[in-house]
């Protein structure tokens, strides 16, 4: 798991993985010491296809944003605004080269451990939280998203079933109205409205 987040002495091996999601095709670069270099995980995937898009508005966060997937392929098919954060220089700077490859004006990224960098709130939350960082740090994300989020604002999060996320919406409950909105092979979709 270091490779997440200490990535720097890695060696690199930059390579572009073709994506068709959504109807569009995308190309990403990826590298080594990211998640998911070889191709899109499947939690992601169905996260992205499982959002309504057409109440994607506003300012939109993406935790854990990796090099861009979620934010880049959201910004071309709604108009919202997205930032995306993560404490992985090495993906922060591929999801730059992303965004640019992809022709996307609409994202910017930067790094944040958790929400140490964010001083403002949105409208929606979105996140494949790290599972192998540890409950402790996944648990910040999704539970103190609440304290970034605007009165009416979601937080959507993909999580596997046996990685947590039955005992995730028992937890999530104390703050959020919860509903499952997507189940598909293990992965739940995860819609959590501020009470």
């Known amino acids: 798991m270091g490779q997440y987040f200490s990535n720097e002495s890695l060696k690199s091996e930059l390579r572009i993985i073709k ?25 992601t995937r169905t996260l992205i296809e499982s959002l309504p898009l057409d109440v994607l508005r506003g300012n939109v966060l993406d935790v854990g944003c990796g090099y861009g997937v979620i934010d880049i392929i959201l910004s071309k098919v709604t108009s919202a605004n997205y930032e995306g954060i993560d404490v992985n220089k090495r993906a922060l700077h591929l999801a730059e080269m992303n965004a640019k490859l992809n022709n996307c004006s609409n994202v910017t990224f930067y790094e944040s451990n958790v929400y140490a960098n964010v001083n403002k709130k949105y409208n929606f ?15 910040d994300i999704i539970m103190n998203a609440r304290n970034y989020l605007e009165k009416d604002g979601v937080l959507y999060i993909v999580m596997r079933k ?34």
Request: charged fraction near 25%; charge should be positive.
């Open 19 to 43: 994506v068709k999601i959504l109807n569009n095709e995308y190309s990403f670069y990826t590298d080594n010491g990211v998640f998911s270099k070889s191709q899109i995980d499947f939690g």
């Open 162 to 195: 046996e990685q947590g996320a039955k005992s995730a919406i028992r937890d999530l409950a104390e703050y959020y109205q919860v509903d499952v909105i997507c189940r598909n092979k293990g992965f739940f979709v995860i819609k959590c409205i501020l009470r």
């Open 125 to 139: 939350i979105i996140t494949n939280p790290p599972i192998r960082a540890g409950k402790q740090i996944v648990y």
